[in-house]
């Protein structure tokens, strides 16, 4: 096999993504571009993502993330050997915009086309960093959207999940205390950068579903968020000012701890060596560090993508588009549908 040109796109929320990534014949993946159009200033009055505002911000910053992906890569259109792009889950509108810009693309340039899930593409984004993944490995995928542990046995084809959350997703959470403590929209980096000059221990916020009858694989942060919300207007109530550091230090402390306990936990159990965290949430400092403390603790490997390929790209889905490619699989018809809650 000589080497191949991958292009991915990506347009499930608020992100309009294109990345281009080179797969040579020893199956070794190179980034060539990684461009990202958000739509997120348009949605932080909202407090969160409006889904025809981001269609419509998907339809016009299209075309132009593309022309930079290539300008980037340094390539021409006709240099693309296969295009990938993210077909769910996602919002409906959103989606529609990717798969309609890649289909027209692998039309006119008559090359494959590869349907790809956005949650393995979180997975595959780690290998654009830290190589391929090995025989078996765990992922806990947190993001404003999902919060997951998935065991994945083959990236380009066999992932199960194992465990996700019953209510919010972990950024979800994120995002509606910041909402709760005056922080601006989306709600992670904020809270993540006042927690560093917070106390931790400050305030108790529940840990949720760790009873010994709870399921132990599954996550919960509404209750979380609801103390959270309690706890302020209590203080309101009583005429207290909000330690807005301790709060956030707090919080992010109770959702770390929950996150690395049960990944950990999931890994010991299933006899897994390598822990992967994606998603928008694994950009987040505290995260990050406990993980690396708990894995070390447990013997697992810990792999942790750096932040931009975290959070929604193009790469990680050119990356997805990459291993399925190399792994021989059959490529989608031009009729892919797109499907808003596509399971992994
Ligand atoms: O993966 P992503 O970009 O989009 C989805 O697929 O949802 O994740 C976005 C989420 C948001 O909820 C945002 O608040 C959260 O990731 N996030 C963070 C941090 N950076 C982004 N959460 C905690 N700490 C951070 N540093
Ligand atoms: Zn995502």
Redesign the pocket.
């Known amino acids: 096999m000589t080497d191949k040109i991958i292009l991915g796109i990506e347009s499930?929320?608020?992100?309009t993504g294109v990345g281009i990534v080179r797969l040579d014949s020893q199956g070794g993946m190179t980034l060539l571009a990684d461009e990202v159009a958000s739509s997120v200033d348009q949605h932080a009055r909202f407090g969160g993502v409006v889904p025809e505002v981001a269609s419509r911000a998907h339809l016009e910053a299209m075309i132009p993330t593309m022309d930079r992906a290539l300008d980037a890569a340094g390539i021409q259109l006709s240099n693309v050997d296969a295009i990938a792009v993210t077909c769910g889950p996602?919002l409906a509108g959103a989606l529609l915009v990717g798969v309609a810009a890649a289909k027209a693309y692998a039309a006119a340039l008559d090359v494959p086309l590869y349907g790809v899930n956005?949650l393995a593409g979180?997975v595959a984004a780690d290998t654009l960093q830290h190589g391929a993944l090995p025989a078996e490995c765990l992922a806990l995928l947190?993001?404003?959207?999902?919060t997951q542990l998935l065991k994945v046995e083959d990236i380009a084809g066999k992932i199960t999940e194992i465990g996700s959350t019953i209510d919010d997703?972990?950024?979800?959470a994120?995002?509606k205390v910041?909402r709760i403590i005056g922080l601006p929209?989306?709600?992670?980096?904020p809270?993540?950068k006042a927690a560093q000059q917070g106390n931790p221990t400050a305030i108790k916020f529940p840990r949720g579903l760790t009873g010994p009858r709870d399921p132990r694989f599954d996550f919960s942060f509404s209750g979380l968020k609801t103390a959270v919300a309690r706890w302020v207007e209590q203080q309101e109530r009583d005429d207290k000012p909000i330690p807005v550091e301790d709060v956030c230090a707090s919080f992010?402390e109770a959702?770390a701890d929950v996150l690395t306990a049960k990944a950990v936990h999931a890994a010991k159990e299933l006899g897994i060596g390598t822990l992967v965290i994606s998603?928008?949430?694994a950009?987040?400092?505290r995260?990050s560090g406990l993980a690396r403390e708990r894995c070390e603790q447990a013997g697992i490997e810990l792999r942790v993508p750096r932040?931009r390929l975290?959070?929604?790209n193009g790469a990680m889905i050119a990356a997805l588009g990459a291993h399925l490619v190399a792994a021989g699989v059959r490529p989608s018809s031009l009729e892919l549908p797109t499907d808003p809650g596509l399971p992994v």
Request: glycine share 20%; net charge negative; with cysteine.
């Open positions: 499930s929320c608020d992100e996602g956005h979180h947190v993001s404003g959207g999902h997703a972990a950024g979800e994120y995002d910041a929209y989306p709600g992670g980096p809270i993540d992010q959702v998603g928008g949430v950009a987040n400092s995260l932040p975290c959070t929604d």
